[in-house]
């Protein structure tokens, strides 16, 4: 038996729906104590962390992840069930599979394989394991990192389990993201019957055009690590339901996924500027989803592209592509941060499942990262 698929079994049994952890940070934490790591619990509300440490001098590696899985929909439409972990032509199925229950256990059996063979390595390894990854984000890594921060613990290096990789593990890793900012705008207008356009104001024929403006507005050109901020219309919803009825308002959902060429407060007042030019009567919610980020060439980079051409045989891709993580919370901090994991191909949808050939190759590409920077 493989220790990796096992442990990757054994957390998936674990029901941990956002922000229910379901006992899978006991589970690991039992097995790093084990290894000599002090285990340190920190509850915020409805959320379950663990900041796991060993030693106490030098630089700090951290392996960062979370417990959480996305809901499952309905279980009858899965082959194999979600929650009980299943073995299948060279896949392990079931709900976290890829996202991010695999890497949980390739990191936690590499550390494992990496002390028994350098007892007296140098600096300190560490764990930052949340279970509100998948959800709205609030009482997880973004607290246990304002914790940190206020006495002084720093992160120097860390690698977040995320499924970075597309075809094969390790060949694209993520050593950035974009930036996210939502909007939630309100457009008001004067409801009334259809056949009277004079006594009403239309708000869907009133944003029309400064949507337009919006759509066809070039906010910045990229830069070698990011690509040019992208704008997105993601809801619309305007009307009562009847065909002889104009709305008396229309709310529009849009998202920026923005470089490190403009900042969050300047698409703000370049997106409100064009609806005050537009003469809308307006209210806007901005919800900030977090900064962009890039680790440049350095250690950790260096060690990860090392270690995944002597695992793996081929060079990895360097990206910052997808959504956003909760590296997006630890690299402001000033940590070398990036992604690397399984393949990404199933992940949220159903029958979710991870190559056990490339769950075993993630675990050594971890390995020898570990061996690079502190062996």
Known sequence: MNEVVELTKTLINMRSVTPDDAGCQKLMADYLQALGFEIESMVFEDTTNMWARKGQKGAVFCFAGHTDVVPTGPESNWVFPPFTATEHNGFIYGRGAADMKGSLAAMLVATKRFIKDYPDH??????????????????????VIDTLEARNEKIDYCIVGEPSSTKLTGDVIKNGRRGSLTGDLVVKGVQGHVAYPHLVKNPIHLIAPAISELVDTQWDLGNEFFPPTSFQVSNFNAGTGAG?????????????????????QELVKKVEGILHKHELKFDIKWTYN???????????????????????????????????????????????????????NTIHKVDECVNIDNLITLENVYYETLVKLMG
Do not use: M
Not at 128 to 133: G, H
Not at 244 to 264: A, L
Not at 318 to 331: E, M, N, P, V
């Open 122 to 143: 140098r600096d300190c390894i560490s764990f930052l394991i949340t279970s509100d990854e998948e959800g709205p984000f609030i009482n997880g890594t973004t607290r």
């Open 244 to 264: 002889n009825v104009v709305p008396g308002e229309v709310k529009v959902c849009f998202n920026f996924r923005f470089s490190t060429q403009v900042s969050d």
């Open 290 to 344: 977090g900064q962009p980020f890039i680790t440049e060439a350095g250690n950790l980079v260096e060690a990860v592209q090392h270690s995944v051409k002597k695992v793996c045989g081929f060079d990895t891709q360097l990206s910052t592509a997808g959504g956003t993580s909760d590296g997006r919370f630890i690299a402001p901090t000033g940590a070398q941060v990036i992604e690397l994991g399984p393949e990404n």
